[in-house]
């Protein structure tokens, strides 16, 4: 079982759409969650953290089930630009290191 | 400024040879990271080193040998280059070891083996 897991898509969506991605893990004792967006032959970039009580930035808002081992992340209004990979990534304390989910694939489309 | 700098930014070499790549950040960060993703676009860690000294070596081949001068250095040098190897390798900073901050990213050295 991958440590990371993430529906590869594509996700195709119109402009304007509500698109929701999920991510499961499988290490109980990850501490840190987060979503990175990655554009096609670009590097990663951070979207925003993902904190137990939920947190919200604009259109973008990220859920996190500890219970369940469960990350979402919910796009409102869905833009051109908003065209790329979305990566789950989670990260414990003792392993001292990030781990990248493959990612999920976002084309919006006018 | 560039955060986290990478060169070259395109190699392309044959199988057999020895190539270095650099990495450079000016963030003031204590860790750096080696990641390599490959063609179904995994990133997986390979090296991680805090304040010059080595915290993860990930099964890497020994071929691959990482060597931080400094703080704000991370090369990593690769000895008999594969087919293999082919991939895009990422150079990566955080603060501290302690994994609850996030990487920033160099735009990454895009590896291609003849």
Redesign the interface.
């Known amino acids: 079982r991958k440590e990371v897991e993430q529906d590869p898509g594509p996700f195709n969506v119109p402009e304007g759409a509500t698109v929701a991605f999920n991510c499961t893990y499988s290490n109980s004792a990850s ?2 969650f ?1 979503w ?1 967006r990655q554009d096609c032959r ?5 979207l925003m ?1 993902v904190y137990s009580s939920g947190n919200e930035d604009g259109r973008f808002t990220a859920q996190l089930n500890r219970a369940s081992q469960y990350i979402s992340l919910l796009i409102r209004d869905s833009k051109l630009s908003d065209s790329a ?1 979305y ?1 789950c990534v989670v ?3 003792g ?6 989910g ?2 999920t694939r976002l084309q919006v489309q006018p | 400024d560039t955060a986290v700098s990478q060169t070259p930014k395109y190699l392309v070499t044959q199988m057999g040879n020895d190539k270095s790549i650099k990495c450079e950040q000016n963030l003031g960060h204590d860790t750096m990271y080696w990641y390599k993703q490959d063609s ?6 390979m090296f ?1 080193y805090n304040n010059k000294e080595l ?2 070596n ?1 099964t890497v081949p020994n071929r691959f040998s990482p060597k931080s001068p400094d703080k704000a250095h991370l090369n990593l040098h690769i000895n008999s280059l594969e087919l293999g190897d082919s991939a895009v390798y ?1 150079c990566a900073s955080s603060p501290d ?12 050295t895009r590896l291609s083996i003849l």
């Open positions: 501490q840190s987060f990175y670009k590097e990663p970039k951070l953290s990979t990566l990260s414990d304390t392993r001292r290191a990030l781990t990248f493959s990612g | 179904k676009k995994f990133l997986k860690i991680s915290i993860i990930e990422f070891i302690y994994s609850n901050q996030p990487q920033h990213f160099g735009d990454g």
